[in-house]
């Protein structure tokens, strides 16, 4: 019987941030990382739409 917690996820969720400040970026990034989410900040729409 395992008993420990596992915390790593094979497919994490993913998130795509569009930042245009960045200390709100960083603040959604961190909120979003303790969750478990990988996350991807981007700067220009013509970024976050590649």
Do not use: W
Not at 5 to 29: C, F, G, W
């Amino acid at each position: 019987m395992v008993t420990a917690a596992v915390t790593y996820q094979e497919n994490p969720m993913k998130a795509l941030i569009l930042r245009h400040d960045a200390q709100d970026a960083i603040a959604t990034s961190q909120a979003l990382a303790d969750k478990g989410f990988q996350i991807l900040c981007v700067d220009t729409l013509s970024v976050a739409h590649a």
